[in-house]
């Protein structure tokens, strides 16, 4: 059975930097073919792609918000993402979700339940 | 990269079918069958309904199927049912290991 859960704070002030966990169980990162990917989802807005973390290391980032993006893999079955000089409009859900080119290709087939994390001084 | 087209809202009436589209570009919706959707009830996280276009993962109904041409991606969902009152979302991946969602797509039943 494959959970992820997010944590993190729930609020951050303008200009630091924010450092969310994906904890899951159920799978291993280094399986080939899997993955594990952000999403993120402002207020009464629409899902936005934030980064992906592959079984062989390698990591990609959403182009518009590269430059602020860091994923990496712990090894301890957690995935963490940090985001660097925060703006209120970074406020929103946060989701950690999980990948697995040989079962569903390109999508995310599980997600965990997110997290609010709002910006603001 | 940018966020792939669908309308603001749909709706339909119980038991019949919507289709919600999805318009990309050559470079993802035009050139990869990789297309997934995605139903997301208010204050929850977003399930898979269809992935590689037009395959269901296990535990979603055959009323909810996907399409494709071209550079646009099609969700079908026939015999409406009150509880797929939703928003809707599809994604694409877009070359270089990444991928892009959708603006979403309101669908009320009626």
């Known amino acids: 059975q494959i959970t992820l859960k997010e944590s993190g704070p729930t609020l951050v002030k303008p200009t630091q930097t924010l450092t969310l966990t994906c904890t899951f169980s159920g799978f291993s990162l280094s399986t080939s073919g899997v993955g594990v990917g952000w999403i993120r989802q402002p207020p009464g807005k629409a899902l936005e792609w934030l980064a992906l973390?592959?079984?062989?290391?390698?990591k990609r980032y959403s182009p518009s918000l590269k430059s602020r993006l860091t994923i990496k893999d712990t090894s301890e079955n957690q995935v963490v993402l940090t985001m660097t000089n925060m703006d209120p409009v970074d406020t929103g859900t946060y989701y950690c979700?999980?990948?697995?080119?040989?079962?569903?290709?390109?999508?995310?087939?599980?997600w965990g339940q997110g997290t609010l994390v709002t910006v603001s001084s | 990269q940018s966020a792939l087209t669908q309308p603001r809202s749909v709706s339909g009436s119980l038991g019949q079918s919507v289709t919600i589209s999805c318009t990309g570009t050559s470079s993802d919706v035009g050139a990869y069958n990789y297309v997934s959707w995605y139903q997301q009830h208010p204050g929850k996280a977003p399930k898979l309904m269809i992935y590689?276009?037009?395959k269901r993962p296990s535990g979603v109904p055959d009323r909810f199927s996907g399409s494709k041409s071209g550079n646009t991606a099609s969700l079908t969902i026939s015999g409406l049912q009150a509880e797929d009152e939703a928003d809707y979302y599809c994604c694409s991946y877009a070359g270089s290991y990444t991928v892009v969602f959708g603006g979403g797509t309101k669908l009320t039943v009626l």
């Open positions: 973390i592959y079984w062989d290391a390698d």
């Open positions: 979700a999980h990948r697995d080119y040989y079962d569903s290709r390109w999508s995310f087939d599980y």
């Open positions: 590689d276009v037009n």
